[in-house]
């Protein structure tokens, strides 16, 4: 369909998607699709595959090249570094890059960029690969930044052997367009490098709801800043590092009894072994409890999840010990709050001597999650979790391994479970920390939780029992002030753009 005379290529368009690759306005009426930029298999390339020449007019290369916009305008330029490009992939970690069925070998598009750095305006659910050498101009130290929506990592080798590349920086969560500062980690340390030699990168950015971009620079031993780097430092590469590893939670496999079907009446259902476990050395079975709502059989429509973890003792195969304490305890003896209650409630059951910081079982709750997420009419947007002492530190666990799934989270009387990678991991996640102030170990350790979580500009709240010791959640599960505070949170679907 050709484009009408009072309507030039390119309207209509969002105002930021009238851009290419490095940002710069996009071409008018008569320019051409930047060369190097390659088509992916997608359904409207029938299948095939090869380079988009010059020349085409620009309503054409949009149809082609839709939904990536690259138009510049001028001649062609030779791009310096490979971006493959993933769509149809859920969620805002790199983890679910890593773990998605098209990963590594086959992407939507394979880009070539002629800086370090995408714009990739309003699609939703995608993620970047960019890999290749940076040539550094001057012997010295070099400082690292990297920008992206939502959450990214950067790798440097220090030959250019990809399989010897680290983590030097990272965005735990997204951040705006060339927005260098938002958190401590997007920084390096200062990193040596020659001139005359190539150093292997490697970028990644996950994103989900749009709009999302991927940005890398950095600052020149003389101070001078290249933000992004420029092509002129940059050549391409093939080669991925041998340890990108799926994500434990996507090697261990929860599978759900087939011969019991998902409730559907309200009230509480017990699931006794109900739960297969297998996958990363893991091989066993394990029970949980699923409450259902009032109105979960009269209404169509979608609801939220307390997923709560209980304390030691707890431990077992019966269930009958999930009953004596927190949401399904405080459920069974008050009328009043079942009436209220809109959750849906799953407490998972340790399997005995098990712990919830036993390998492997963070990752078996996030894979239990996502299970009962699927097999039960809830809103992923709003899931939370919660859990006391034991359970507690299994809230900081679970939430670590799976930040990305919870709206909220809210551990009771746990122990301090590494602050810092809490702050990285937890930066879009509402977390309210509540603990005694007479709780020991318990109390110095939320404490720390909290000011390092704080520090780091996570949405994070401590509330402290006066006078209080271990004992503190039967002031909090019996009373639905505690879940409304949580329900006022969701996980967020889109970001603000740059």
């Known amino acids: 369909m050709a484009p009408s005379a009072d309507r030039p290529p390119g309207a209509g368009l969002p105002r930021a998607d009238q ?56 001649p062609a330029t030779t791009a310096s570094i490979r971006c493959d490009w993933f769509v149809g992939v859920s969620g805002h970690a790199v983890d679910d890059l890593l773990a998605a069925g098209g990963f590594p070998g086959r992407p939507a598009r394979t880009l070539s960029l002629e800086t370090l750095q995408v714009i990739q305006h309003n699609v939703s659910d995608c993620g970047y690969v960019v890999r290749g050498y940076v040539h550094p101009p001057a012997t010295g130290n070099y400082v690292f930044h990297i920008s992206s929506d939502d959450a990214g990592v950067l790798l440097l080798s220090p030959s250019e052997n990809a399989d010897e590349a680290v983590k030097i920086a990272e965005c735990p969560s997204w951040t705006g367009f060339q927005e260098w500062s938002r958190f401590p980690q997007q920084k390096s ?224 009387c746990a122990v301090e479970v590494d602050p810092q990678r809490a702050a990285q991991v937890l930066a879009g996640v509402y977390t309210w920390i509540i603990v005694g102030s007479n709780d020991g170990d318990y109390t110095s350790g939320s404490r720390r939780m909290y000011q390092t979580m704080k520090n780091a500009g996570c949405p994070v709240e401590l509330t402290i029992v006066p006078g209080a010791g271990h004992d503190i959640w039967s002031r909090y599960y019996p009373d639905p002030k505690f879940y409304e505070r949580l329900l006022a949170h969701r996980r967020p679907a889109t970001r603000p753009a740059g």
């Open 189 to 412: 340390r200062p990193v040596p490098l020659t001139a005359g030699k190539k150093y292997y990168i490697l970028a990644m950015a996950k994103g989900g709801g749009g709009p999302n971009h991927l940005s890398v620079g950095w600052e020149l031993p003389g101070g001078k800043k290249e933000m992004p780097i420029p092509g002129a430092r940059l050549s391409p590469a093939d080669a991925l590092p041998k340890s990108l590893k799926m994500p434990a939670s996507r090697q261990v496999t929860v599978t759900l009894d087939p011969r019991t079907r998902p409730a559907t009446r309200p009230g509480q259902h017990k699931f006794i072994l109900g739960a297969s476990v297998s996958g990363a050395g893991a091989d066993f079975r394990m029970s949980y409890l699923i409450r259902l709502p009032e109105d979960y059989a009269s209404t169509a429509d979608r609801k939220p999840l307390l997923v709560f973890l209980h304390g030691n003792t707890h431990q077992g195969t019966d269930i009958e010990g999930l009953l004596n304490e927190g949401p399904a305890q405080d459920l069974n003896n008050s009328r009043a709050l079942r009436e209220w209650f809109p959750l849906v409630l799953l407490v998972p059951q340790c399997p005995p001597d098990v712990r919830w910081d036993s390998r492997h079982m963070a990752a078996v709750t996030v894979a239990l999650i996502d299970r009962i997420v699927a097999a039960y009419r809830i809103d992923p947007d709003r899931v939370y979790l919660s859990g006391l002492s034991m359970g507690g530190k299994g809230t900081w666990l679970v939430a670590m391994e799976g930040p990305d799934r919870f709206a909220a989270i809210a551990p009771l």
């Open 19 to 74: 851009r290419d690759l490095r940002g710069r306005p996009a071409t008018p009426a008569g320019g051409v699709l930047r060369a190097g930029v390659e088509r992916g298999r997608g359904a409207a390339d029938g299948g095939g595959g090869g380079t988009v020449k010059q020349g085409i007019p620009v309503w054409i290369a949009l149809l082609l090249a839709c939904p990536v916009v690259v138009l510049a305008d001028g």
